[in-house]
């Protein structure tokens, strides 16, 4: 099966749970004198309960689901589904109290039913959930906080959700409707078990050990991992994964980070990690020996998956790492076809792997634009950054047949990206790299 079908698949699968919950409006007992308003409302309820319920599943990282789409792809989906269930939770009871005012009685929740407590209770979650994520650096959380708090605030916000909808108790009364109601809340305790349980427990049995730290330039370092015990990880070149230095599996405190190198060559992982604050600021104090746990791979961005006569690299700081695996890969098992790499950096001093890259052009019919934003004197390569006339100079002849992967800050990725569908690069050649997977 093609990558699309299982990506079709995936997707229809997702509807259908969506609507599932439709059942329980169309076959319930509908509360007596409200009609088809009020099922409409507890439809838009439903469907907002489903959708919260199916966040939990689409970021548990079951690599079946994940692999036709790539993680970063889907956690963006996560983000934005979330106002969507967010309106429709809103709507939910305001249709109700438009069609009968006395019901704005139940916002108080001093004198409000048990079962209107509990709906509030996951309204409250649900906006703290969401306020700390959007505004979560203005706030100043740091990311082991955030993601704690992001994980409690979500399984309250759907369990507060679940204890409204059983204390409403319309729509789920009934023997069938019982079965179906409690094989939704196992199937979504197996996700957690999945993930706080089962996945750890994987990880314990395939540890990973600190082989090398070493300082690179621009306040980044290469941190090399090397197998305890197993053959170690097989991944596509520029994937990434999670990683765990010096805790428990099953702790919490994890970081993605890109491979940084070759995917013919994984009896060791490497990883170029820039120091951004929380953990990154510390990696140069890993000792050598220190155990670490991988979770992996994930994600799409990969030459594997991406047809073309040949590739054009687009990088910015620390986006060179999935890039640079894919150059290590490609040399490795002596690729013939022409690329270009246009790395852009602030100064010279930002450059990381500078000599490697001229080492792979050594190995490759591959061409490497360095471009400043601050030279130095003497400097002979590109100056400013990434723009329209830059990618012109540089692009091949024909375009249109060459695969381009795109990773750094966003704004470069979005022009550049701009640029290739005007000079009609075809959207499934263009494949971009997303590090800011919050």
């Known amino acids: 099966m093609t990558v699309a079908w299982k990506g079709a698949m995936w997707a229809t699968a997702y509807v259908i749970a969506v609507a599932a919950p439709m059942f329980f409006v169309l076959v319930?007992?509908?509360?007596?004198?409200?009609?088809?308003?009020?099922?409409?409302?507890?439809?838009?309820?439903?469907?907002?309960?489903?959708?919260?319920?199916?966040?939990?599943?689409?970021?548990?990282?079951?690599?079946?689901?994940?692999?036709?789409?790539?993680?970063?792809?889907?956690?963006?989906?996560?983000?934005?589904?979330?106002?969507?269930?967010?309106?429709?939770?809103?709507?939910?009871?305001?249709?109700?109290?438009?069609?009968?005012?006395?019901?704005?009685?139940?916002?108080?929740?001093?004198?409000?039913?048990?079962?209107?407590?509990?709906?509030?209770?996951?309204?409250v979650l649900l906006l703290a959930l969401m306020a700390t994520s959007v505004w979560r650096r203005q706030l100043r959380l740091p990311y082991e906080v955030w993601r704690v708090a992001h994980g409690l605030l979500a399984i309250g916000v759907v369990a507060t959700a679940f204890t409204h909808i059983e204390r409403v108790g319309y729509y789920v009364s009934g023997s069938v409707h019982r079965a179906a109601w409690f094989a939704v809340a196992a199937g979504l305790i197996g996700v957690l078990a999945y993930v706080r349980l089962i996945k750890p427990s994987r990880l314990r049995k395939q540890p990973y050990a600190v082989e090398a730290v070493q300082p690179l330039p621009g306040d980044a370092w290469s941190v090399t991992l090397r197998p305890d015990g197993h053959r170690g990880l097989r991944f596509l070149p520029g994937q990434f994964a999670w990683l765990k230095f010096s805790v428990s599996p099953y702790a919490v405190r994890e970081h993605p980070f890109s491979f940084a190198s070759s995917a013919a060559a994984p009896q060791t992982l490497s990883f170029a990690i820039k120091s951004l604050g929380d953990f990154t600021s510390r990696v140069g104090e890993l000792e050598v020996g220190t155990r670490a746990y991988v979770d992996g791979p994930y994600g799409a961005f990969s030459y594997t998956r991406s047809e073309g006569a040949g590739f054009v690299f687009v990088a910015g700081g620390v986006g060179i790492t999935p890039i640079l695996s894919m150059l290590r890969t490609l040399a490795d098992v002596e690729d013939p076809r022409p690329m270009t790499v246009i790395y852009a950096n602030r100064t010279i001093d930002d450059v990381i792997f500078h000599d490697e890259l001229d080492e792979l052009a050594e190995r490759l019919d591959l061409r490497i634009v360095r471009v400043l934003e601050e030279p130095p004197n003497g400097w002979a390569g590109e100056t400013g950054v990434v723009s329209a006339e830059l990618l012109d100079a540089f692009l091949p002849r024909r375009p249109n047949r060459h695969a381009y992967f795109l990773c750094g800050p966003v704004p470069m990725m979005e022009a550049a990206e701009q640029h290739l569908h005007t000079r009609h690069v075809p959207a499934e050649r263009i494949n971009l790299e997303r590090f800011d997977l919050i």
């Open 28 to 123: 319930g007992d509908s509360p007596p004198g409200r009609g088809w308003w009020a099922d409409l409302s507890m439809a838009l309820g439903f469907i907002a309960m489903a959708v919260l319920g199916l966040q939990l599943v689409v970021t548990a990282r079951f690599p079946q689901v994940e692999a036709p789409f790539g993680l970063d792809v889907i956690l963006q989906y996560h983000r934005q589904i979330s106002f969507v269930a967010l309106a429709f939770v809103l709507t939910h009871p305001a249709m109700l109290m438009a069609q009968d005012p006395s019901l704005l009685r139940l916002l108080n929740p001093v004198t409000a039913t048990p079962a209107a407590q509990w709906g509030l209770a996951a309204v």
